[in-house]
Nanobody
Framework: QVQLVESGGGLVQAGGSLRLSCAAS????????MGWFRQAPGKEREFVAAISWSGGGTYYADFVKGRFTISRDNAKNTMYLQMNSLKPEDTAVYYC????????????????WGQGTQVTVSS
């Protein structure tokens, strides 16, 4: 079975940076695309960024373009989300997920999810 564990969340001031990690266990990590989603209280889970199985293709939600960078290290079975210029509206629980197919924008395109890591951005 596949397990995904996020880490690196915390409290940061507006304009600061955080680097999230997603460590994967199980078979064939390098054969799957991966994505990051986030969910704020009272809101639906929304797409943040995605990366192809090889790392050659990256995709971002409009509200994070130019601020966030997704990457992966298949040798370490780990995916990353570098978050710069953080804003209070970025406050949410961030989840990593393994893509199973379909559009990378939708939660239904992913079959395994981590437990989430809290990111809080203060004014």
């Amino acid at each position: 079975q596949v397990q995904l564990v996020e880490s690196g969340g915390g409290l940061v001031q507006a304009g600061g940076s955080l680097r999230l990690s997603c460590a994967a266990s199980g078979r064939t990590f390098s054969s799957y695309g991966m994505g990051w989603f986030r969910q704020a209280p009272g809101k639906e889970r929304e797409f943040v960024a995605a990366i192809s199985w090889s790392g050659g293709g990256t995709y971002y939600a409009d509200f994070v373009k130019g601020r966030f960078t997704i990457s992966r290290d298949n040798a370490k079975n780990t995916m990353y989300l570098q978050m710069n210029s953080l804003k209070p509206e970025d406050t949410a629980v961030y989840y990593c997920a393994r893509r199973s197919g379909g559009s990378f924008y939708y939660t239904t395109s992913y079959d395994y999810w981590g437990q989430g890591t809290q990111v809080t951005v203060s004014s």
